[in-house]
């Protein structure tokens, strides 16, 4: 029964991914097809108020589409929910095991890199046939570089990468959380929960005071005239204390407690309240201190409660597992879908508008499915160039012993592997890939990384 109700927790967070990643491609949609009609702007409640209202008009004149357009507005506050779960998964991750930091740092930056590298790589000649044929926006040769050989050109703001999609300034905050989780889940460690979130929520709180007043910038949603932009608010101190609450309620929920076990109706009534109180403050200039924290808890809470029924009650956790786990491809991919569907095919045509939204979505779905199967092939690729470059290149002296099965060796400094099975990659060398494994798992090494048992042992002595 444990089991069974992890798998559906797993679910609910799935679908809250998945949920997220559609959201924002309806957001940048009604952005794009409205001229940017409606931005928080730090004048009041009443004043955005009234703007909204103005805005979703153009979104037609029955009542039906205007009420199912005025919660996409603020889609972009689903980035948010991202950073949030971002925290609690990457806890999960852990399997309650110490964390090797070398491996972790391995294993999260190829699973950010490589989905980005597939759909960058095979974006780029596409986003220059369909320019050259249509006469349309093509990123220049610089910033084509910068996004294919990302993140050599690194820039903790993505400013390289907005010419080529304005929503992958998102990749170098999560590879930002990557890097100092070690960190932080040291001090969660050393400090306890609580003082870590409390610290970080102070860090975060006087980082944003500073970024509004001092700074003089404003928060990736608005748009307003403000002479640092929004640069100040994509770096990760902007946003730490959501990526630590995160981690905190993940360190619970492995505990048995925490929010995670509250009641639905608990849950949703405490996220619909603490949403209401950051959904006014983003309308004024001294909220934007803390209003992305309090809308991240409110959509976390509430959604949790909707998915969980999803999962629960309609049986649908097989399905959000699968959606969610293609939910960062969909991410990466659905700008590059929006904005050739509306600038080249739908202009300023509203019903065609509609009819071309479900499309989108699903659309954008397919490539991203395109995009996960295609990115082992990708990974297979790169080993296989490394493999034979490094063949090519490496004197055969440097090489020095022929591998053979059933041979004892050492990797990685450590005894007890044995090898399984040897290929031969380059016929006018003998470099050889080998598997090899230690009764618990097994993997294909290149020969330079392992050592003659024999010869390790009198090298020791």
């Known amino acids: 029964m444990a089991s069974s109700k992890k798998l559906q927790r797993l679910a609910w967070l799935e679908g809250i991914r998945i949920f997220a990643a559609v959201l ?7 952005l794009l097809f409205t001229k940017y009609a409606f931005t928080p702007q730090p004048t009041g409640l009443a004043a955005n108020l009234q703007q909204i209202f103005l805005a979703t008009r153009q979104m037609g004149d029955s009542w039906l589409t205007q009420v199912l357009s005025l919660p996409v507005w603020f ?3 689903f980035v948010d929910v991202f950073v949030l779960v971002s925290g609690f998964s990457l806890v999960l991750s852990l399997k309650g095991q110490p964390i090797e930091v070398g491996s972790f740092l391995k294993r999260r930056i190829l699973r950010i890199l490589l989905p980005f590298w597939t759909v960058a790589w095979l974006a780029y000649p596409v986003l220059w046939t369909v320019g050259e044929l249509t006469n349309s926006y093509i990123p220049d ?13 690194f820039d903790y703001g993505g400013e390289l990468l907005l010419p080529t999609n304005g929503p992958w300034w998102f990749v170098p905050l999560i590879m930002s959380f990557a890097l100092i989780f070690p960190v932080l889940w040291y001090l969660m460690n050393r400090w306890g929960s609580r003082n870590l979130l409390l610290t970080t929520t102070v860090i975060t709180l006087v980082y944003r005071a500073l970024a509004v007043y001092v700074f003089k910038g404003h928060p990736t949603y608005a748009i307003v005239s403000a002479s640092a932009g929004w640069q100040p608010f994509v770096h990760f101190i902007a946003k730490l204390s959501t990526f630590v609450l995160g981690m ?9 407690k925490g929010a995670i076990f509250w009641k639905s109706s608990r849950a949703f009534s405490i996220g619909i309240a603490v949403y209401a109180i950051g959904f006014v403050a983003q309308f004024y200039r001294f909220g934007w201190i803390f209003d992305d924290f309090l809308l991240a808890i409110g959509l976390t809470l509430c959604c949790m409660v909707v998915f969980r029924f999803f999962s629960d009650r309609l049986k649908l956790g097989a399905i959000m597992i699968w959606l969610g786990i293609h939910s960062y491809s969909y991410f990466l991919i659905h700008n590059f879908v929006v904005d050739r569907t509306l600038n080249l095919y739908v202009h300023q045509q509203l ?20 995009a996960d199967h295609v990115t082992p092939w990708v990974v297979k690729g790169a080993v296989w160039l490394w493999h034979y470059t490094d063949a090519r290149l490496t004197p055969i002296a440097k090489i020095g012993w022929t591998p053979r099965v059933g041979e004892s060796v ?13 290929e031969r990659v380059v016929h006018d060398k003998a470099f050889y890939l080998c598997r090899i494994s230690d009764g618990r798992k097994t993997v294909w090494v290149n020969q330079n990384d392992l050592k003659q048992a024999a010869a390790a042992q009198q090298a020791n002595v």
Not at 24 to 30: D, F, P, S
Not at 352 to 367: I, R, S
Request: aromatic share 16%.
């Open 248 to 256: 905190v309620v993940a360190r619970q929920y492995s505990q048995g």
């Open 75 to 77: 889609g972009y506050q």
């Open 141 to 153: 040769a610089w910033h084509t570089f910068a996004g294919m050989s990302f993140p050599i050109l």
């Open 24 to 30: 924002l491609l309806l957001y940048h949609a009604q």
């Open 410 to 422: 050492q990797y990685k400094g450590k005894s007890g592997w044995t090898i399984q099975k040897v």
């Open 351 to 370: 019903p065609l508008y509609y009819q071309v939204l479900p499309w989108m979505v699903l659309g954008t779905l397919a490539l991203s499915v395109i």
